[in-house]
């Protein structure tokens, strides 16, 4: 979806969202989380990105950060694999209109996608079978949130309301998070799970208290929709972007604006992250264009092409990858010295073209180019647990992608079958042969498409 402009509220299509209805819902009851678990460590990411021509940059302690600094290793790193090996293991079917989103879980063990269908699916990470379907906005979804314990997820919606879901029962929390004046677009939780950052497109960034579901603090962000939102790894600092082609880093305890970051070519951005080690902020933008910023200088340090966006929002992320080879058995994986387990970051964003490419963080350079969906690939996400790959879009499936010996499947299953009303669905049996580059496999197409498939593009 395009943010040249702001949509009328009343343009019966919309996507990836579509609202349904006016009516607001007040809060029934106090809310009562178990999101306030702290961050799990082992989620942590533990490198840097680097700038090539100056590895002694400011960390955001200079713009009130506590971020630690990163350990360092004294064994020799082995060499950066040039090229990745990425093939499709599951398609996952089930939504009936295009996925806005798709978000592993941080304990890796689930993937959550959200729909212009108004519904969200949890399916398994390891098997890719449905777990729960979960029912209760009145409108499309576009973005969600997952709790850092993995126990809540939070999704965003054109109700203008966000919703807490306890995913192990697959139900919503009594006391829906409402104050937002439009499409609720951009979701992020804090590192300790007690605050989440939401955007909209009434142009503001707003601080929720989780477990009171209460306005801790209103940001007049933008003068633009808000596309995305994030919080530094310790939670002192939240960035956002707009249509407006501004970067903002915002002070959580203040509400101050430290840092306005824009580029020359001031070019609408969709979607933005810190890095890991909290260091650098990538924003994606409808020029085509990724950029990683050391916004403490606010500077652009890294420029990565190749894929196509000039009228769609479309998520990115970072990930991580190994010189581990593909195939090699779980066990076998368990020998490798630590030396050969070295990471290294890669960035992830689709393309308008329909394939997903995975960038080399330090040298730009395209790792891998996944290719599979029929049409626009909104949204990506990388597991950090085993680095799996999953990715959405306008033709309804999800799909996840390893760096394993492995063959297409569909919905957890890798046996012929037909279709059963979004559940299992038949797909070409395993093979021993990793499919080289992408994976491609064909599936089951759109039959025509939907109202709100056909609305993605806007402006």
């Not at 992020?188 to 955007?199: D, E, I, R, T, Y």
Request: charged letters at 25%.
């Amino acid at each position: 979806m395009s943010y040249a402009s702001t949509p009328d509220p009343h343009q019966t299509r919309r996507s990836p969202k579509r609202k349904r209805s006016d009516e607001s819902l007040e809060p029934t009851s106090a809310y009562h989380s178990a999101a306030s678990t702290p961050y799990p460590t082992d989620n942590t990411f533990a490198y840097a990105y680097e700038d090539d021509e100056n590895t002694n940059n400011n960390t955001p302690d200079d713009l009130r950060s506590t971020a630690g600094e990163e350990s360092t290793t004294t064994t020799p790193p082995p060499e950066r694999p040039r090229t990745l090996d990425y093939a499709l293991q599951y398609t996952l079917k089930g939504h009936a209109r295009g996925v806005a989103a798709v978000k592993f879980s941080p304990d890796g063990k689930w993937l959550a996608s959200c729909s212009a269908d108004c519904t969200i699916k949890i399916w398994s990470a390891a098997t890719g079978a449905l777990q729960h379907t979960l029912e209760g906005h009145l409108a499309g979804i576009s973005c969600l949130a997952w709790s850092p314990d993995s126990r809540v997820l939070a999704s965003g919606s054109d109700d203008k309301l966000i919703r807490l879901w306890d995913v192990s029962a697959g139900k919503a929390l009594p006391t829906p998070l409402a104050g937002h004046h439009h499409y609720v677009y951009s979701l992020a939780f804090s590192p300790k799970g007690n605050v989440l950052v939401s955007g909209s497109y009434d142009e503001a960034v707003f601080l929720w208290d989780v477990r009171t579901a209460r306005v801790m603090r209103s940001l007049p962000a933008h003068s633009d929709p808000v596309s995305g939102v994030d919080f530094v790894r310790d939670g002192t600092l939240a960035a956002s972007c707009s249509s407006d082609g501004l970067i903002r880093i915002w002070d959580t305890g203040t509400g101050q604006c430290l840092k306005t970051l824009v580029h020359e070519d001031n070019a609408p951005v969709t979607s933005v992250k810190f890095s890991p080690n909290g260091k650098y902020v990538l924003a994606a933008t409808l020029d085509s264009c990724l950029r990683l910023w050391n916004y403490v200088e606010g500077r652009c340090v890294k420029t990565y092409q190749g894929h196509r966006n000039e009228k769609f929002s479309i998520g990115v992320c970072f990930g991580t990858y190994t010189a581990e080879h593909a195939g090699v058995r779980d066990d076998e994986q368990k020998e490798v010295s630590d030396s050969q387990r070295k990471q290294w970051a890669l960035a992830a964003c689709g393309s308008e073209d329909g394939s997903t490419v995975l960038w080399d963080v330090n040298s730009k350079e395209i790792l891998q180019r996944l290719q599979g969906h029929e049409g626009v690939v909104l949204g990506v996400d990388v597991c950090a647990h085993d680095g799996a790959v999953a990715t959405c879009g306008i033709d309804k499936t999800i799909k996840i992608w390893r760096r394993r010996k492995i063959g297409p499947a569909v919905n957890g299953q890798a046996k012929s079958g037909a279709e059963d009303d979004g559940g299992v669905e038949g797909a070409a049996a395993q093979t021993d042969v990793l499919m080289e580059g992408n994976g491609d496999v064909k599936e089951v197409q759109t039959e025509h498409p939907t109202p709100n498939d056909t609305a993605m593009e806007e402006g």
